[in-house]
């Protein structure tokens, strides 16, 4: 555990429009700069719309701001007659650092197969963007008890014909979708125990030490509140904030979290 820097990430979904996501991420830069944050303990992401990431680079790189961001989907194709779609090299070109590939949300208001979602996975690596894969189950699959197998066959699915290096670098974002926007958070439990089948999954599919590296992410009504209880959990690296991340005081208490 302590070899995996815990990552704690925003997802701005489609809120922020490009001057205010600039608001947002200047007063988080301010509050972070209080002497009292040490930068080195967490990496801090944000994922903006696509519309933001100019503006977002340009007060990063220019301000020298100690966070990373990324896209929140990508096309499984680099370039050509894909009218709409963003592809990874454009987000590499603009400095993204990550993507999300398969949020629930992109599940099931665009209906992405996992098979689409393992192209996009490939395509993140080849434009040398990390993917953040999202996985997780709704409530009826939880309630029927089926929810371990449920997210294993996506990360499964999602992760086919991936290399071990390739691996050591990949980020899962355990996503339950009933606890996502509803303010019913899973139990730090029930992070672990998801947390823990997916690092032991990839260790069958591809070696133990490459699972080891993976960073795993807990996603659905995280707080300042209640992080400190789920990032204290041994398999979970770190959080996937939606509503939360859109509050640059609420976010930075995130960061700063207490373990
Ligand atoms: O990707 C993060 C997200 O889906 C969780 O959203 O608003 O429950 O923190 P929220």
């Not at 990496?43 to 990431?53: C, G, H, K, N, R």
């Not at 189950?137 to 499964?156: F, P, S």
Request: proline share 3%; glycine share 10%; with cysteine.
């Amino acid at each position: 555990k302590f070899d995996r820097k815990p990552l704690i990430a925003g997802n701005w979904k489609m809120n922020m429009d490009h001057v205010q996501g600039i608001t947002l991420l200047q007063k988080l830069a301010w509050t972070l700069s209080d002497a009292r944050h040490d930068y080195s303990r967490v990496e801090t992401a944000v994922f903006p719309p696509f519309t933001d990431l100019r503006g977002v680079q340009t007060l990063v790189q220019g301000d020298k701001l100690k966070l990373v961001y990324g896209g929140q989907d990508l096309s499984p194709e680099d370039e050509g007659a894909y009218t709409g779609d963003i592809s990874g090299a454009f987000l590499a070109k603009l400095g993204c650092a990550y993507v999300l590939v398969g949020h629930s949300e992109r599940r099931s208001i665009h209906g992405e197969t996992d098979e689409l979602l393992n192209r996009k996975v490939k395509a993140a690596y080849r434009n040398n963007l990390t993917p953040v894969l999202c996985a997780g189950e709704g409530l009826e699959i939880r309630q029927a008890g089926t929810h371990v197998d449920h997210t294993l066959n996506q990360v499964r699915a999602g992760t086919v014909g991936l290399t071990s290096e390739q691996v050591c670098e990949l980020v899962v974002a355990y996503e339950p979708v009933w606890a996502i926007g509803t303010g019913e958070v899973a139990g730090p439990q029930d992070a672990q125990e998801m947390c823990a089948a997916i690092r032991a999954e990839l260790g069958e599919l591809f070696d133990a030490d490459s699972a080891a590296k993976v960073r795993l992410l807990y996603g659905g009504s995280v707080k300042a509140a209640n992080v400190a209880a789920i990032l204290r959990e041994r398999d979970v690296d770190g959080v996937l904030v939606g509503g939360a991340s859109l509050d640059a005081a609420e976010f930075a208490n995130i960061v700063r979290f207490e373990k």
